[in-house]
């Protein structure tokens, strides 16, 4: 994925003219580091599939837009009020609280934007459809939008395991399942794949939230943790950390079998899953 960063300033907007500061801020947020997890899932799941379809490429510059929308918002004071992504100011610290707002928002308008040229002229306009579907669903009120919600209401409420993982399922797991399915949808799987590949982002991503949950643990960093720091329950405080281990390797073993029932060559896509699953920073 070298060329993620030259992909994905193709689709975002030039900072000159009037609107100079918004699409710097922009800029800013989306191509400010950051491991291309969504659309390197979205690349693989196409080339599992032969990689013969529309062109993948406006979907996985789309989907990092709204993957960094996200976080963009979620830095912001009403929310966890961080003022560091990724080592450096976060967009709301640098530009201000209200343009930081701005940046989300048009981050998140130039993603369906960019889906919408992947419907012009298309050979395949069946599958972009479906596939912007699947990426409208997956990011809002029923997935990682509505994750969102349930994520400012946790410090507020206790919660039971299974509402910590349907609220995990929805703020992070969604995305993840978007970019394995837009990616088996655009190479033409059929739905019982696709249904497959959907379960296998849902385990993986309830696995990575839960080694975040692990970084982020106060006793192994002081300094870790704005969860912690806003008295968000997370899977270590309310489990501890080995049972958070334990939980995160059973998900990531999960998604590795539902993998293996997929008849195509899912090497590559089970190497990134295992990367993903054992990652320490």
């Known amino acids: 994925m070298d060329n993620m960063q030259n992909r994905l300033e193709k689709y975002l907007p030039p900072a000159e003219g009037e609107q100079k500061l918004l699409a710097d801020a922009m800029r800013y947020s989306v191509l400010n580091g950051g491991k291309r997890i969504r659309p390197r899932l979205l690349l693989l799941a196409f080339e599992m599939f032969g990689g013969t379809g529309p062109d993948p490429e406006p979907f996985m510059a789309a989907i990092e837009m709204l993957h960094a929308y996200s976080l963009v918002h979620d830095d912001l004071p009403a929310l966890d009020h961080d003022t560091q992504r990724r080592g450096q100011p976060s967009t709301w610290y640098r530009y201000g609280e209200c343009m930081g707002i701005l940046a989300g928002d048009g981050l998140l308008h130039q993603a369906f934007e960019t889906v919408a040229l992947a419907l012009n002229g298309s050979a395949y306009p069946e599958r972009v459809s479906r596939a912007f579907y699947v990426f409208a669903h997956k990011s809002g009120v029923s997935g990682m939008l509505g994750g969102q919600a349930l994520d400012t209401l946790r410090s507020e409420m206790s919660v039971t395991e299974r509402e910590l993982l349907d609220m ?52 192994a960093d002081e300094n870790a943790g704005s969860d912690r720091k806003n008295e968000k329950p997370t899977y270590v405080s309310l489990f501890g950390r080995d049972a958070a281990q334990r939980k995160a390797e059973q998900l990531s073993c999960e998604a590795a079998a539902l993998l293996n029932l997929i008849p195509a060559d899912s090497d590559a896509l089970a190497q990134m899953i295992r990367e993903m699953a054992d990652r320490s920073c």
């Open 168 to 219: 995990y399922g929805m703020k992070t797991a969604a995305l993840l399942e978007a970019s394995l399915m837009i990616g088996a949808i655009l190479a033409g799987a059929d739905e019982q794949i696709i249904g497959i590949l959907e379960q296998v982002g849902r385990k993986t991503g309830l696995a990575f939230q839960i080694r975040d949950d692990i970084l982020d643990d106060p006793s």
